[in-house]
């Protein structure tokens, strides 16, 4: 079978791979190559919402993180290429005796929807000196989070598809099946149709890159923002989500601020350079949830797109559902993941 995928992000690249693997034939459209979009950022924080208030997208996302360590360790030995996996988890500052109380009442909760294996823990922060910044001395600690560098990821993807003889363009050839994940240009290609209420938008986001070797410690969410450190000696921080904006590939004082943030929460970052500024916007369907199955707007075609925020810890389980359903027939998508949630 012979399956196009376009938009060399990390749904479109991640879909392709499953295919690949597979058997199918494939290739891959991109005008501007894989990584221009969202995808292309620095963040890589592969977190999960928290473990109460239990539903389908929360479970699809327990399923997709606990998928994540094989997909990665797969893309590596396919490409011979470092992703910059690792679940290395995640801390989280406790601001007093609520949250604190809060925390402990999570316990139980993550020890049931996470099946057992991994764990929402209260932690001194102690145990990493300088690293986070907490009024109470205590943080969350998850054992499930993990990160991964997103242009190394994308980068081996891309490679494993070569090695598998998957062709990676700019131009479409005709023929074959068809899937478009094609991220925030997509949102508004649909928008343009005048199906009434706007499908999704693309939600500008800004990050930035330090450079401050942590060495193999958690992640951090506090005061709003990912603190991922990576592998390579970086550490990521972001990000805005910025609905109105002149322009969404420019930085501005609003990172300034989000740097200045991430200082604080972290004191290890206190003088670290800033080595790098980005901008992009990030696709967020109507429904906040990606959006799977039959294009609305192409019969004949396939679309996989919305990932907003979690597209990285998403992809391996949106791969396999994709895959299963073009290239098997095979459809697992539940009803809060297809086009019609969020074209109403």
């Known amino acids: 079978m012979e399956i196009v995928v376009h938009g060399a992000g990390i749904f479109g690249l991640s879909i392709a791979f499953a295919c690949a693997r597979r058997g199918a034939r494939v290739s891959v459209v991109d005008p501007n190559g894989p990584g221009a979009g969202a995808s292309g950022g620095l963040v890589g924080a592969l977190a999960p919402h928290v473990p109460e208030s239990w539903n389908t ?23 011979g290429l470092d992703p910059g996996y690792a679940r290395l988890g995640r801390l989280q500052p406790l601001a007093d005796a609520a949250a604190v109380e ?14 057992g294996r991994y764990a929402w823990e209260i932690a001194s922060t102690d145990d990493w000196p300088g690293l986070l910044a907490s009024p109470t001395g205590l943080a969350v600690r998850d054992t499930l989070s993990a990160r991964v560098h997103p242009r190394r990821a994308l980068k081996a993807l891309t490679e494993a598809l ?68 990576h592998m390579d000696g970086t550490v990521a921080v972001g990000s805005t989500s910025e609905r109105d904006w002149d322009d969404p590939a420019t930085t501005d004082g609003q ?36 959006m799977l199955g039959v294009h609305p707007a192409r019969g004949d075609a396939f679309i996989a797109n919305g990932g907003f925020k979690i597209g990285f810890g998403m992809a391996p389980l949106v791969a396999e559902l994709m895959a299963d359903l073009v290239l098997d027939g ?9 086009p019609e949630a969020s074209l109403g």
């Open 102 to 115: 809060l925390a402990r009442w999570r316990i139980e909760s993550a020890r049931e929807h996470w099946e």
């Open 330 to 338: 095979v459809d697992r998508i539940p009803p809060e993941f297809r």
């Open 162 to 229: 070569a090695r598998r003889g998957a062709e990676i363009t700019t131009e479409a050839r005709s023929g074959g099946t068809h899937i478009h994940a094609t991220g925030a240009a997509g949102l508004a290609e649909l928008n343009r149709l005048g199906r009434g209420r706007a499908v999704g938008t693309g939600v500008k986001g800004q990050a930035a890159l330090l450079g401050c070797d942590l060495g193999p410690v958690p992640q951090l969410y506090a005061d709003g923002l990912h603190i991922v450190p």
């Open 255 to 290: 990172l300034d601020e989000v740097i200045a943030r991430a200082r604080a929460a972290c004191p290890a970052l206190g003088d670290a350079p800033v080595i790098e500024r980005w901008a992009g916007l990030r696709p967020r369907t109507r429904s906040r949830a990606p």
């Open 57 to 79: 997208k929360k479970a699809l996302q327990f399923r997709s993180l606990d998928m994540a360590e094989g997909f990665w360790a797969e893309v590596a030995e396919a490409s």
